[in-house]
């Protein structure tokens, strides 16, 4: 029972930043319900709470986060007619990267969740380039210990590393 | 070199589905790139190659296949000026579920990859579905065979099982 | 100087619908503001204030008004920085037609206006359907006299003629 | 009949940028058909044969047109099964801005037409700037004479010194 989920875990839940999202009429596809393809977007709204801790005066693009991969699961339809709710969290701190859990729900139920692996980028070096220490630990105070349904979305070991080897192959 | 690697898997290349794209201006974001979340919407469009397998007179809403995951890895930046190819085949054919790899090619150079799980559902019953024998055979043709790069892709081995046993999640 | 405007029209403003939108970094461009086409999108968003009111539970697709003509004027550039408002309201009450003002705010300032006409529409008929009288009696609540600055949105006299003669044209 | 009104304005056609667009099931809404909002990014993306006068090299951030004014009619549901072409030509050509006529046709059918107003626009001085001469004389090779069906698209007559009155709004 998703409410009694989500009850139990308010300290885990406090630890998330939470979007608000009023989903628009224009992104619901012929299906009737919310296009898949809208979650990703509202996941990247829900990490604009770690852009400001970059950039205090929300310049975004200043912010020299490359996102390296998505990881997104449907688990129920989604519709038009009520709020969603964007929660996300810290998974892993990498050297240079971040593992970002999000989870997206809607009447109570975890109507999706998903990851992103971001990685801090020097554009002059062209490298992966380590976070800073007043970010890392802002980052930390979202880190949530993993629990079992999210530990299958945890990724392969080499996930951090092959996301801080990309940095070559951007121009 | 990835225009070598284009070139000596011809054969590879030509089981795949090929949707051309041209990106458009409104897809960029303030950091001039084309933005991390239009690329799910493109492999959507390589995707829809499928829906036309289930429905001939293209009425996709009557296509029965629920989207449970979608992974995207950004390998470079993919900009405004030339056209994209998006490459779509088959990975792992389930009972009733299809595991579908994507490509995003510009300028000769492989800038993203992805993979959706999509899961033949009956409406009715509220459950997944085989998939129907005339469309598992199409599909076959362009099923083709991990390589080394996409192995690490191919996602944990109760993914399948995970998206079958979707069904009673969903309304 | 549009604090000013704001606030010698209160009882102006008071009478519209108002929603508030976080931009997202997603719906900026490679000009490093926010796209153009956004903006209609907006515009969509706070007319769901309407919708509301012919389906009380909120069921959109059972709402039978076709969007026949939008207009926008861009006045200033948006930026993803701080929060934009919507508001909407009522220009003109037809037979069967609504003509609908927008207005975008950002900063104190207004950035960008709108129009957009809607048709009440019978879909077994296939024609243009007078307005519910409650509906029209709740609409009339946010009709809002033209003021100089929108007198030239005003359209044409014979807008909306135009719009209730859709009809035949839509299958 | 528009498959007759289309053959007999061969000339006319001719003139115009055509833009060839596959319809994406994403661009769809819960009432079936492409949503509205979808109409401006593919107009927009018939424009960009604009930007190409001004960018040989396509750096469409150097492209200094400003958006001023865009108008939509929507004659027609579109749906997503069939391409669609969007045509695209000069309506009137003012001392620094331009007038851009659209039409949106799928299965022989005009489904919707619009207007853009468009600003050259030096930002330096942060004022309107006159169109380049090279670039007036490529715009002229697509304007086009008003025909009936679409003198009461052509606007206000002062649209365009509204438009070009615009740089002081801008920052």
Not at 56 to 61: G, V
Request: hydrophobic share 35%; aromatic share 8%; net charge negative.
């Amino acid at each position: 029972m998703p409410k009694f989920e989500h009850d139990k875990n308010t300290k885990r839940t406090d630890a998330m930043w939470k979007t608000q999202i009023t989903p628009r009429f224009s992104e619901t596809d012929a299906k009737g319900h919310i296009n898949n393809n809208v979650v990703p977007v509202w996941f990247a709204a829900g990490r604009e709470a770690i852009f400001r801790l970059f950039s205090p005066d929300m310049d975004f693009t200043r912010v020299d986060l490359i996102v390296a991969r998505i990881e997104v699961d449907f688990k129920a339809e989604i519709h038009c007619r009520t709020d969603v709710e964007v929660r996300t969290f810290i998974r892993k701190l990498g050297n240079s990267s971040v593992q970002i859990g999000h989870e997206l729900w809607q009447d109570q139920h975890k109507v999706a969740e998903g990851t992103a692996i971001m990685v801090h980028f020097d554009y002059q070096t062209k490298q992966s380039s380590p976070l800073p220490d007043g970010i890392r630990s802002a980052l930390q105070q979202h880190l949530l210990e993993s629990t079992e349904s999210n530990a299958q979305q945890q990724g392969h070991p080499d996930q951090d590393i092959k996301a801080e080897g990309l940095s070559h192959q951007l121009s």
